[in-house]
Every structure is written in structure tokens, then in C-alpha cells.
């Protein structure tokens, strides 16, 4: 069975390596060897002679080598959305198989890549997108498919949750912690990807997707990113018996369903309140499965060239046996809910001045807009002194609509910081 790779760079070197390491035994796997036609990359004269291959397998016409009569996958490791959406559309449509591990594309543009697969009659797999080497798209697109998703929550970038952990095991603020995560090469040169939110929200979509039969794209995901996180919200979740976590929440209702990504304080007795450094997991709740629980290595060439793998050799068996190709499943077409939809509870920290009355005033903006505080605790003098109310849960509408009353209050100097708090009712 010949395969056509497309890229070759960390992820894309590593599978080369890997399908010369355990030639023999994806050969026992599949039934016949797994072969390379070719190796699509920008410069074909750079030195890989750490590589395994002949370099004749190496070209820049991409579109040439997917279209040869004799490749049957197209495993495709660029990234981004053009030119890697025009080959893998002409490879799908073409009825070759196609591997990618995509997530920006597969959250753009899904739907586009679906329907091409249909068309040609091939199969799209794409493990590699989400959490590395995680076993979670296939448990999600086939051993929960007869059961019903309600939730998924997980810490899906390595990135933000080593800075989190940092910050939380240490005491250093956002910066220092970043700049850690940058000289162990945990963030890149351009960290924006990863602490804005938008890698997490390009998995957020695609685990919604096949949690809840749904096409959800990265438009759809509410999104908000680490760098408005303190060193006093970790003291203060610390304080509370919580951690803070950069989440991706995808939710199922009566009414539609809710996908959002940004930081949050959990409890620490929460099963991903544990999941520390670059480390990813995610939590399922399932009605008849009940609470599963993913976790393992989310980045890195060697973890996600496995996923690759792993889908190939999935790919190939299938072509082999002569079973049709898989169907996107997005029967259930349930609405997106909006963010001011979505309820929950809410940690919000407030300077105030140290007077009488304070709390009177602040607890009357909460009252008004129907947001019930559960504690509320002020702490320093003159100055220094801040209050901080923890609710009971209520919608992101309310909330906000409180805070925006609340930094007219005469007493309030400034609302220091709002963060959800999941994990617990």
C-alpha cells in the first residue's frame, strides 16, 4: 500500500521514522507492507540524510504525487489552511484516503473535507489533531457511538498548562512563567496560537463535532486566552481548594449545545485539576459510559507521528478488507448556544474603598441582576482592600451585566478579575 506524505518536518520526520522502525510489524498489522511514493515538501535539496529514504521520494509538485494512479493514502502533516485544503479536497475526491492531523483546517473548514470524502468514496481520519498521541477521536467517533456525549472538558495545549502549572507551583506571574515555557521549548517564537486560546478552540470544535453529531467550526467556539491570568487569581483559586486551567468545554442540553474555551478554576479534587506541566487530558461524561477520563502526551513529532500511524493503520485495513469508507455523523444539526446562554458560577474580585457599605452596595448590583452570591470575603485595608464574591451558579449574560453596574459603583475602583469556576455545582 503506497503512501503519498505531504510535509516533513517535526511530525512528518518522525513518521518517516517510525514506518522504518516498525516496518515488520505494520506489515504483520495491515497484511502487506506500508510503502512511501513520495515526500511533498518546499526544499527538497535540504540535507535529510538522517532520514531512512532515498532521496528521489523527495518533490515540491504536491499535486502531482497525489494524484499518481498508484498512491492509495495521503497522509498530510503542513498544516494550515492553503495549500493542505486544495490537496487533501483533490486526494478525498480522488477516492484516496487521506490522514492528517489538521486541526486548524478540520475547525475551519470540516464540513468542505467531509463532503469530499463522500464524494470519492475515502475515508478522513484524523486522531493527530487533538492531544498528541491520546486515543480520544476514535473512542469519541466509534466506541461511544451508541451512547450519548453530554460533556467534554479538557486541557487540550501543553503550552498554557505547563505556564498554569508554573504559575501555580511557583508564584511567578504570567511572564516569567511564558518565557520558561519559550527557553524549554514548550512555546513558539509567536506564542499567540497557544495562550490566546485559538489551538484550544480549533480542538474544542472538532471534539464537539463528533461528541454531539454536530458541525461546530472554530467560529462557533467562544474564546478566551491565559494572558489576563494573575499571579492573585492562582493564590485566590489556591485559597478556594482549586486550581487554575486553561479549559475546552463542549456541552450538550435540551437546547443546543454550548463549545467554549478560557481559563477556569476547578477544584483540586477534579480529575484534570492533577494534569500538570505539558501534559493534556480530557474528561468525558456519558450517560451510559458514565465519567471516562483521557490523558497522556497532547504535543510533540514522536506522540503525534503515533496518531498518524495509528489512523494508518486503521486506513489500511479497511482499504484491504474492502469495507466502505466511514461516514461524518452530524445527523443531530443541533443549534450553537450562545456564551450569554451558558451557565455556571463565577469567582470576581473586586478593589473597593475601605468604607462602610461597601458590601451593601456590591451585594445590591448582585441582587439586581439575579446572581446569587455564595461567599464573600474582603481582604487588606485603606487602599489594599478588595472584595471577593464567589457565586452561585447563573448565565454569562447575568454576570456580565453585573460587572458592567458593578465599575459604576462610586466604592468599586476596578473589577480586578472575573474567572469561571467549573467542575462542581
Request: aromatic letters at 4%.
Amino acid at each position: 500500500m503506497k503512501l503519498a506524505l505531504l510535509g516533513c518536518g517535526t511530525v512528518g520526520s518522525e513518521v518517516v521514522r517510525l514506518l522504518h522502525e516498525q516496518a515488520a510489524d505494520l506489515t504483520a498489522r495491515v497484511g502487506e507492507p506500508l510503502e512511501i511514493a513520495g515526500i511533498a515538501v518546499r526544499r527538497p535539496d535540504r540535507d535529510r540524510s538522517d532520514l531512512p529514504v532515498s532521496s528521489d521520494l523527495f518533490t515540491t509538485d504536491a499535486h502531482a504525487l497525489i494524484t499518481r494512479d498508484d498512491v492509495d493514502v495521503v497522509v498530510e502533516v503542513i498544516g494550515g489552511i492553503e495549500p493542505a485544503r486544495s490537496w487533501i479536497t483533490t486526494a478525498l475526491r480522488a477516492g484516496k484516503d487521506v490522514v492528517t492531523a489538521n486541526k486548524a483546517l478540520l475547525a475551519e473548514d470540516g464540513a468542505a473535507l467531509y463532503d469530499a470524502a463522500g464524494e470519492g468514496g475515502a475515508d478522513l481520519y484524523y486522531e493527530a489533531s487533538v492531544a498528541g498521541a491520546i486515543p480520544l477521536l476514535r473512542p469519541l467517533r466509534e466506541s461511544l457511538h451508541g451512547d450519548s456525549v453530554r460533556l467534554v472538558m479538557g486541557i487540550v495545549n501543553g503550552t498554557t498548562n505547563y505556564i498554569l502549572s508554573r504559575m501555580s507551583d511557583t508564584g511567578s506571574g504570567f511572564a516569567e512563567s511564558l518565557q520558561e515555557a519559550g527557553d524549554l521549548g514548550y512555546a513558539e517564537a509567536d506564542p499567540t496560537a497557544d495562550v490566546e486560546g485559538f489551538d484550544a478552540a480549533a480542538k474544542a470544535a472538532i471534539l464537539a463535532s463528533l461528541a454531539f453529531h454536530t458541525r461546530v467550526t472554530a467560529a462557533d467556539v467562544y474564546r478566551e486566552g491565559i494572558t489576563d491570568v494573575t499571579a492573585a487569581d492562582v493564590a485566590s483559586a489556591a485559597e478556594m481548594g482549586c486550581v487554575v486551567k486553561l479549559l475546552c468545554i463542549a456541552s450538550r442540553d435540551a437546547d443546543g449545545v454550548s463549545v467554549r474555551v478560557h481559563p477556569a478554576m476547578i477544584p483540586v479534587r477534579h480529575p484534570l485539576a492533577s494534569v500538570g506541566g505539558a501534559y493534556n487530558a480530557v474528561f468525558i461524561q456519558a450517560e451510559a459510559a458514565g465519567e471516562l477520563m483521557f490523558y497522556g502526551a497532547g504535543a510533540g513529532g514522536t506522540p503525534t507521528a503515533s496518531a498518524v500511524l495509528g489512523d494508518l493503520v486503521a486506513v489500511a485495513r479497511r482499504r484491504r478488507s474492502g469495507a466502505a469508507a466511514h461516514t461524518t455523523s452530524a445527523y443531530a444539526d443541533l443549534p450553537v448556544r450562545r456564551m450569554g446562554d451558558v451557565v455556571t458560577r463565577y469567582h470576581v474580585s473586586l478593589d473597593v474603598d475601605d468604607e462602610p457599605g461597601v458590601l451593601a452596595a456590591v451585594a445590591s448590583v448582585f441582587a439586581a441582576h439575579r446572581v446569587s452570591m455564595r461567599t464573600v470575603r474582603q481582604f487588606g485595608r485603606g487602599d489594599e482592600a478588595v472584595l471577593v464574591a464567589v457565586t452561585h451558579t447563573a448565565t454569562d449574560a447575568q454576570l456580565s451585566a453585573t460587572v458592567d453596574d458593578l465599575v459604576e459603583l462610586p466604592s468599586v475602583r476596578r473589577v480586578a478579575s472575573v474567572m469561571r469556576v467549573e467542575g462542581e455545582t
